[in-house]
């Protein structure tokens, strides 16, 4: 493969992901490590991306406020199946808590029927989707506003979230494998995550298929944390065997 076609992959990756590890990536492009080393060292001298242990993330000036926008519109026929199967499970008179995120967007579709239900999200985005409908109350975690996420965190927002009890969470991740369980880019939207999972009855972990496996820069959960995994079919058999021995995993076909 083209050096020039190759670091347009990578840069499509780090768009659609925020960061990329060297080995992932090694895998991927069937290249080796030291030349996936040499590809970011260029694109970082172009400003597009900063090296970090291990891989590199999205230059983040480079980021303009449409971030959530362009993310929303990538693998959305996917994200769409994954947020009205996980919709599937909210009933009546539930509380639920909703992370933040393209994916756990998509359940805003298929609530907006629901009956008496309490939604507790950080996601600006799903609370003015969901605020204008008699069945459904919502409430909005205070804190920090993030504007590249639409997405508000920081001591109160995480603060917030402990002061309530839902019967669900619906959260999401940058990364899920099998051997260090959750993992994040943003610390910032960890602890929000693991607070919710530590303050619900139960626990959905809805993420694409891409995320299955993947392992991003922050540990934010080991598996055990999640009572079900929603995701995509296409994820391979023998990987979908090994996350039923670990939790319950539902697929959208």
């Known amino acids: 493969m083209l050096s020039n076609l190759r670091r347009k992959k990578i840069v499509d990756r780090l768009d659609e992901n925020g960061s990329v590890r060297v080995k ?6 069937k290249v080796t490590e ?3 080393r040499q590809d970011l060292e260029k694109l970082e ?11 590199a993330v999205l230059n983040r000036p480079k980021i303009d406020l449409l971030a959530f926008d362009r993310r929303l519109s990538e693998n959305s026929d996917k994200k769409n199946r994954l947020g009205k199967l996980a919709a599937d499970f909210v009933k009546d008179n539930d509380v639920i808590f909703i992370d933040c995120g393209t994916t756990l967007y998509s359940m805003h579709n298929y609530l907006k029927n629901k009956k008496n239900l309490i939604v507790i999200s950080n996601s600006l985005p ?3 989707q969901l605020s204008n409908h ?3 109350k919502t409430v909005v975690v205070g804190g920090e506003v993030d504007t590249d996420r639409k997405a508000i965190y920081g001591p109160i927002a995480e603060k917030n979230v402990e002061e ?3 019967s669900k969470a619906f959260i999401g991740s940058d990364g899920v494998t099998l051997k260090h369980g959750l993992s994040s880019d943003e610390i ?10 530590e303050n619900s009855d139960e626990v959905f972990l809805v993420v694409t298929s891409e995320k299955i496996e993947r392992e991003a820069f922050i540990k934010v959960a080991p598996l055990g944390i999640v009572d079900h995994i929603i995701t995509n079919s296409d994820v391979p058999q023998q990987i979908q065997d090994k996350y039923r021995g670990k939790a319950d995993l539902i697929t959208d076909q």
Not at 24 to 29: A, D, F, K, N, V
Not at 45 to 55: A, E, P, R, T, Y
């Open 134 to 136: 008699p069945g459904i």
């Open 45 to 55: 001298k172009k400003g597009v991306l900063q090296k970090v242990h291990g891989g």
């Open 164 to 166: 309530y009890h839902a």
């Open 24 to 29: 992932e990536l090694s895998r991927i492009l």
């Open 188 to 197: 910032k939207e960890s602890v929000i995550t693991t607070k919710m999972a």
């Open 126 to 128: 799903i609370i003015f």
């Open 34 to 36: 030291a030349t996936i």
